[in-house]
């Protein structure tokens, strides 16, 4: 049974910075590409980042370039999702998600295993 859960959530002003966790159990984490998704009230879940089994390749949806960094610790058995300059419109429920592939990808039918989502308020 593969658990993921996050962390790192809060209430912060814009132009603040976060750090979401992602701990994962339950299969060899090591080897499975990693994502965060996020929600906001009354729209779809959107790919936030991805990244690949070792780190080396990760990809970022444009409205986050340059502003967030995903990042892994195969040895900890955790993601984690860094937030500079955060904006109003960041604001929504995080999700991270695994799955059954070691290659990074932006689609989220392609994750099979999600956390239970931590929110992330950002005020004006």
């Known amino acids: 049974q593969v658990q993921l859960v996050e962390s790192g959530g809060g209430l912060v002003q814009a132009g603040g910075s976060l750090r979401l966790s992602c701990a994962a159990s339950g299969r060899t984490f090591s080897v499975f590409a990693m994502g965060w998704f996020r929600q906001a009230p009354g729209k779809e879940r959107e790919f936030v980042a991805t990244?690949?089994?070792?780190?080396?390749?990760?990809y970022y949806a444009d409205s986050v370039s340059g502003r967030f960094t995903i990042s892994r610790d195969n040895a900890k058995n955790t993601v984690y999702l860094q937030m500079n300059s955060l904006k109003p419109e960041d604001t929504a429920v995080y999700y991270c998600?695994?799955?059954?592939?070691?290659?990074?990808?932006?689609?989220?039918?392609?994750?099979?295993?999600w956390g239970q989502g931590t929110q992330v308020t950002v005020s004006s």
């Open positions: 990244i690949g089994w070792n780190g080396r390749t990760s």
């Open positions: 998600a695994t799955r059954s592939s070691s290659i990074a990808s932006r689609n989220v039918n392609e994750y099979s295993y």
